[in-house]
């Protein structure tokens, strides 16, 4: 088994407040380090990752945000691969549903996250923390 080599993998972390200016500032932030990164607004994955990280934020934001005062956003850029990665403290572990809300509050954000990550060759974890209070959302996409 080939084990990667650490120096290969660029972090970019971000720590936010998990509140409704959280979104667009992850987003902007985000932007930002694909550009530096040579993934500009032209690049065939840049949509997807900034609805990843919308989806995800937004999720923190309406359901961890009791609980999870902040949250953290790190992208991993490997030679091969990105992984987006987003963490809470809040202990609930959520899944896909099959259906949205009947309320119409919403529901499908991480069915349209796993879709996306699927369409680009890539792939959805949710990751418990070791103590059990709190996860983090995993998504992880080819970059060749």
Wanted: net charge neutral; with cysteine.
């Amino acid at each position: 088994m080939a084990v990667a080599d650490p120096t290969l993998t660029v972090r970019y972390s971000l720590s936010l407040a998990t509140v409704p200016a959280a979104v667009p500032e992850a987003r902007r932030s985000v932007r930002a380090e694909l550009a530096a990164r040579g993934l500009g607004a032209d690049h065939p994955l840049t949509d997807t990752v900034l609805l990843v990280v919308s989806e995800l934020v937004t999720n923190t934001v309406r359901h961890a945000a009791p609980r999870s005062p902040r949250t953290t956003l790190r992208l991993d850029f490997e030679p091969e691969e990105l992984t987006i990665r987003v963490h809470d403290r809040h202990p609930h572990c959520p899944s896909r549903r099959e259906t949205p809300h009947q309320d119409g509050s919403g529901g499908w954000g991480l069915s349209l996250v796993h879709e996306m990550a699927l369409l680009a060759g890539g792939t959805t974890a949710t990751q418990a923390d070791p103590d059990g209070g709190g996860k983090t959302m995993v998504v992880r996409l080819p970059l060749a």
